[in-house]
């Protein structure tokens, strides 16, 4: 069963930085997309970043943009969120998830981690 597990949440002070981590169980995941997603108590889903399976290509949502970076290793079939100059708002449980093609729509991700909170005081 593939497996993905997300790690290094947790809780920040705004302005502070975190890292996320997560590891797929598949090696064939390597060729595969790889992106973050979050929601926050009472709001829906929302795209944060995605990176293709070489790297070369990522996106970001506005909100993050120049805040964030996705990165991967695909020796450790692992995607990364580095997540600096944290605010309030950022705080929500964010997933992990596998498409088969580059892509910033949720609805084409095919696997998803159980999630990992963060939480960021003002």
């Known amino acids: 069963q593939v497996q993905l597990v997300e790690s290094g949440g947790g809780l920040v002070q705004a302005g502070g930085s975190l890292r996320v981590s997560c590891a797929a169980s598949?090696?064939?995941?390597?060729?595969?997309?790889m992106g973050w997603f979050r929601q926050a108590p009472g709001k829906e889903r929302e795209f944060v970043a995605a990176?293709?399976?070489?790297?070369?290509?990522?996106s970001y949502s506005d909100s993050v943009k120049g805040r964030f970076t996705i990165s991967r290793d695909n020796a450790k079939i692992t995607v990364y969120l580095q997540m600096n100059m944290l605010k309030p708002e950022d705080t929500a449980v964010y997933y992990c998830a596998i498409a088969r093609d580059f892509t910033t729509n949720g609805h084409e991700y095919e696997y998803w981690g159980q999630g990992t909170q963060v939480m960021v005081n003002s």
């Open positions: 598949e090696r064939t995941f390597r060729s595969y997309a």
């Open positions: 990176i293709s399976w070489g790297g070369a290509r990522t």
